[in-house]
């Protein structure tokens, strides 16, 4: 069953509640207004979505925000709203992943572009993530020995040289790796690498490749 996403919004204003509230509608996603960041943390944000928090809310600092979420492994994209020219907490929140830093009072329109990228990414994240889950399941079912065959032939190893550095015949080789092709449901060489890959790859796509390093279409005031 696919999962509704959700925009978690913490904000003291009621005209920021007001605006994300719209936001979410706008973009099709259910809105949920927390009191403040602990009731965020107590939050199930394993489900697919978004964070709009306001650096004004709730009298605890943003930067402690996003390194509690972080040190929960919440992968759950944030967009943190600051007053008119607040520099500092704008570069805080980018140094701890914030994924983008919007002004406030910000526009339904600016905030809406914010969260559907931010959703995309998080789309895409939670697709890399369940890959490498289920390489990683899969290369754990390998033996030991099926396991030394599998790294040899990623890097690119022929049967001949794998049975030669594990002392073994050809033919060993060859069931070995008869043995693992099925438990990865791979064809091919090319199928393991995708594998090996995916197994180590859940950081190659990073979540806060976005706005956050490229300025939002409502830029910081100086």
């Not at 949920?32 to 939050?43: A, F, K, P, Q, Y």
């Amino acid at each position: 069953m696919k999962l509704e996403s959700t925009l978690f919004i913490v904000a003291d204003s009621p005209s920021t509640r007001a605006v994300a509230y719209s936001a979410a509608q706008a973009v099709g996603l259910r809105a949920e207004t927390l009191t403040g960041v602990e009731e965020l943390l107590g939050s199930d944000l394993d489900r697919p979505g978004c964070i709009v928090f306001a650096a004004e809310s709730t009298g605890h600092n943003v930067v402690d925000t996003l390194a509690r979420l972080a040190a929960k492994g919440v992968a759950t994209p944030v967009i943190v709203l600051i007053s008119k020219g607040d520099a500092a907490t704008a570069i805080g929140a980018l140094k701890k992943d914030a994924w983008d830093v919007l002004e406030a009072p910000v526009d339904e329109g600016t905030l809406g572009g914010s969260i559907k990228r931010a959703l995309e990414l998080n789309r895409l994240l939670r697709v890399s993530m369940a890959a490498r889950s289920e390489a990683i399941l899969q290369i754990e079912r390998l033996t030991p020995r099926e396991r030394e065959v599998f790294e040899l032939l990623c890097r690119g190893s022929a049967n001949k040289r794998i049975a030669v550095e594990l002392g073994c015949s050809i033919r060993t080789v060859e069931l070995h790796r008869a043995r693992l092709m099925a438990k990865l449901e791979a064809k091919s060489v090319a199928d393991l690498l995708r594998a090996k890959l995916a197994s180590e790859d859940a950081g190659s796509l990073d979540l806060h490749d976005g706005p956050a390093h490229a300025p939002s279409s409502q830029p910081l005031s100086t």
